[in-house]
């Protein structure tokens, strides 16, 4: 049975901490967070986040880079859904394609040509971020 290891090994390059948009974090997410920071939800809200749809996520610095981004991620062990299930996202299910995309960002994928146990490795995944969180 295929593992996530047999698709990608991270590298830690940062890119995927770089640009605007991916880390929404939900109540439960800015709770936990907020909790490792020593702060309150509100100052998390207000210092860390910026709001897209009407929904919050993490800020971008100057940089252009994900404002937990310092060499690593300084949240690792609280960090939200989208990094944490990264890179086996449900558009991979909803269009393979996105492999492809994925890939040209992200230089830890390991591209085995198996789409089917990839989408079993991406079920995998959310199956078990559901199940911990
Ligand atoms: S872009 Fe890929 S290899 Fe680089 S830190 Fe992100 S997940 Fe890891
Ligand atoms: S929370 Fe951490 S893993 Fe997620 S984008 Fe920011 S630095 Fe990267």
Redesign the pocket.
Known sequence: MAKPSDFFE????????KGYGGAFVDDNEIERISRHLGIDPERFLRDYCDWSGGRPLIKAVESGCCIFWNKLCVIHEVKPRMCRI??FIESILVDPSNWAIIKS????IRDNGNMDDLAECVKGVLAEYDQKY
């Open positions: 991270c590298q830690k390059c940062g890119e995927c901490c990264w890179p960002m992200c230089p830890g």
